[in-house]
């Protein structure tokens, strides 16, 4: 069976000629790439970047132009290389088994309805909060809409985040990981470690609005403002359109020596950093289960995250990983972190949680529940971890 999936995410190539991607989403594209015989991706094409996971030699790149813009400029780029896309789309779309859309996402969206129209087999997978919430747009509405109607038959839809109640009829729930078996077999992290002095907290994600990184940098102002001591060091792994914006703010607010940009790494980097942080600080305005939490978690770091997506359900009813905050709240955030430096903590036993949640959140496991749900929506076999009739 042929796969062809469709996103924005950006990628470049390297002096190799490697197709090259940044987060977890190359390797999750070649975890869903293993579930078929072969498999098409296109994506935009950038600049080279430092950090990033190379793809699967096998799956074959077709390089688009990156829409220009943000919000408003975006939409009328978009519109004024319509038929750029089309042309694209549709030829590679007519040779697939099966189109895979990670969503939302203005090309991912533009290829579930294009997909939708020639009735082809889909893997649809929205991986934004599932609730309606601050951050939400008439387009988020438009899309969850269109999964709950044409769930079901040729169209597997899933959800990311982990909930007793369905997302919706013939929608499923799909957590979300970036985290390998080898992964977890190569890195052992102490788990009996205590807390660091001064501590060392992470954020790891895309530098974009809805991740809330002002807030978080405004967090760590307010802690110095209330001479709060040992300050905490904190650590920002990733790059995005907002880092110059955050780094003026963390320069303005004189942070430096309490923060450091690290841009984006590769996963040996990040292992590198983890192993020697604390935990993670994720509070993010919009979530539905985030791919940082588990890599935190993997490393025994316990997250403080906000209440948006599949927090409860990560983080545990009686906070066994980790703290639920109110996003978008400096003040509370920073109350936060400065309860769990100075309060009596049995960090071994918080340690040892997280990683066990992660061991049983793995990409090998991500892939094989897909394959599962896709077996059965079409009445296909699961053979040797490849789809079949």
Not at 6 to 26: A, L
Not at 90 to 96: D, G, Q, S, Y
Not at 198 to 227: C, M, Q, T, Y
Request: glycine share 8%.
């Amino acid at each position: 069976m042929h796969l062809v999936a469709i996103s924005f995410k950006e990628c470049w190539q390297d002096d190799q000629g490697n197709w090259i991607s940044s987060g977890g989403f190359p390797l999750q594209m070649n975890a869903i790439a293993s579930l078929f015989q072969n498999m098409t991706l296109l994506i935009t094409k950038t600049q080279p970047k430092d950090g990033g996971i190379p793809f699967n030699k096998d799956i074959q790149i077709v390089p688009m132009q990156s829409p220009k813009g943000h919000d408003l400029r975006r939409k009328i780029y978009m519109v004024q290389n319509f038929i750029y896309y089309l042309r694209i789309m549709i030829p590679a779309i007519k040779t697939a088994d099966v189109v895979h859309t990670p969503l939302p996402g203005d090309l991912a969206f533009l290829g579930f309805i294009l997909a939708l129209i020639m009735k082809k087999r889909i893997i649809a997978r929205y991986g934004g909060s599932w609730a309606r919430n601050n951050r939400n747009t008439v387009f988020n509405d438009l899309i969850r809409f269109l999964m709950r109607k044409f769930a079901g038959g040729k169209n597997v839809m899933l959800v990311s985040g982990m909930e007793d109640k369905p997302p919706g009829k013939n929608i499923h729930w799909l957590f979300s990981t970036a985290v390998s078996r080898t992964e977890l077999k190569r890195y052992q992290p102490s788990l009996d470690r205590g807390l660091s002095n001064p501590a060392k907290i992470v954020f790891i994600g895309r530098l974009s609005i809805e991740k809330g990184v002002d807030k978080l940098i405004n967090s760590i102002h307010l802690l110095k403002e209330k001479n709060f001591k040992p300050m905490p060091v904190l650590q920002i792994l990733g790059d995005g359109p907002e880092r110059k914006k955050l780094e003026t703010q963390s320069h303005f607010l004189g942070l430096e020596s309490q923060i450091t940009f690290y841009g984006m790494v590769n996963r040996n980097r990040l292992a590198e950093i983890l192993l020697n942080t604390d935990f993670c600080v994720q509070v993010t305005l919009t979530e539905g289960l985030s791919k940082a939490w588990i890599d935190a978690f993997a490393f025994g770091l316990p997250v403080v995250v906000g209440n948006v997506g599949a927090a409860v359900e990560a983080i545990g009813k009686n906070n066994e990983r980790g703290w639920i905050v109110k996003p978008g709240k400096p003040e509370l955030l920073a109350n936060c972190i400065q309860t769990i430096i100075t309060s009596e903590i049995n960090w071994s036993q918080m340690r040892y949680q997280c990683r066990h949640y992660a061991e049983e959140r793995t990409l090998e496991d991500w892939s094989y529940k897909i394959g599962k749900i896709c077996a059965n929506q079409w009445n296909l076999r699961l053979v040797e971890g490849k789809l079949t009739s």
